[in-house]
Nanobody
Framework: QVQLVQSGGGSVQSGGSLRLSCQHS????????LAWFRQAPGKEREGVAF???????NYAGTVKGRFTISRDNAKSMLYLQMNKLKPEDTAMYYC????????????????????WGQGTQVTVSS
């Protein structure tokens, strides 16, 4: 059974940086496609960043150039480095995973991902 456990997040002022981490366990990490999503109060969950098994990445337009997704297969870890944070980045952030056999190759709707972290709050003040 795949489990995803998140850490990081918190509160920061506009322009600051935070890093989110996600520990994967229960199956071969390198065979999973991974992503970060976020959900603000009253809004739908939206994709932020995606990383394929070969390291290929893609990002939502709202975070491109500010956020960086990365993975460490040796440690079964997923990361999201968030720089130049804005108040509109305030949300609950979730890591997500899906086995590569399902053919997910880019950032798509949440229901394409089978496994989810517990969520971590990011708050950016102006």
């Amino acid at each position: 059974q795949v489990q995803l456990v998140q850490s990081g997040g918190g509160s920061v002022q506009s322009g600051g940086s935070l890093r989110l981490s996600c520990q994967h366990s229960g199956h071969t990490f390198s065979t999973y496609c991974l992503a970060w999503f976020r959900q603000a109060p009253g809004k739908e969950r939206e994709g932020v960043a995606f990383i394929d098994t070969d390291g290929t990445t893609n990002y939502a337009g709202t975070v491109k150039g500010r956020f960086t997704i990365s993975r460490d297969n040796a440690k079964s870890m997923l990361y999201l480095q968030m720089n130049k944070l804005k108040p509109e980045d305030t949300a609950m952030y979730y890591c997500a995973a899906v086995h590569s056999i399902f053919g997910v190759r880019a950032l798509g709707p949440p229901d394409e991902f089978k496994h989810w972290g517990q969520g971590t709050q990011v708050t950016v003040s102006s």
